[in-house]
Structure formats: structure tokens, C-alpha cells
């Protein structure tokens, strides 16, 4: 029994409001264990939140193979830092804090929003 292992290889997927956080879980070290991550906006959404998926030795078959937690409901053109954090009844293992970007909205005409007027003036 021991202190859960960080997750390894964290990748973030940002959509304009959505996240995929990619991780794997190296080994189990006490079961059960709990997966979540805890994300916090720079410029909007700045009270931490946490999205969660549990897992225990009865619904991973294999460890070192990967896994996903989707955040959803994320502000655009937002910066987030964020953790993978590794839970069970010992403790906490938390990975570094890491950063992603949402991607702002593109306005879909192909035009700036900004109106250019032009003046023809007579030879």
C-alpha cells in the first residue's frame, strides 16, 4: 500500500469550450483510485473546478494505456492551468501544473468584423 503514482505523458486537446486532458496511469499502487482534473481559468472561470473519472482494478485491464477526461463548459479564448491529481485512501499525487489555451471563435464569412468604407472620388 502507497501513495498513488502520477500520471504520465499529460496532453491537453483544447476545443473553443471543451478540453480533452489525455493522460496514462503507470500502475496502480492501492486500489480503489480516483482520477481527476483540477482547472482554473486566467482571465474568466477562476474558482478551481475539478472534473473526475474513477477507476479501480476492476475496470482497468491494463495500466500504461491511456486515458481521457473531457472538460466541457470552458470559456474561449481562455487560458487554464491545470492537474492531473491521483487519489486513493493514503493520499494525493498531483503532476505538475500545466497550461492549454482554448481557441477563440472564427468568424464564419471569412471577413473581418470590421466594415471598411471606401470613397470614389471623380478624375
Known sequence: QSLPVAATNVTATPGTTTAAISFIIPN???????????????????????????????????????????????????TYTYTVDSTNCLGTTSTVQMSFSTLPTCNTNGFSDKLFQYNILPK
Open 28 to 78: 496502480i499502487a492501492y486500489t480503489p483510485e480516483a482520477y481527476s482534473v483540477k482547472y482554473t481559468g486566467i482571465t474568466f472561470q477562476t474558482t478551481e473546478q475539478t472534473s473526475m473519472i474513477r477507476m479501480s482494478s476492476d475496470n482497468i485491464t491494463a495500466t500504461n494505456q491511456e486515458f481521457t477526461i473531457m472538460l466541457t463548459g470552458l470559456e474561449e479564448d481562455n
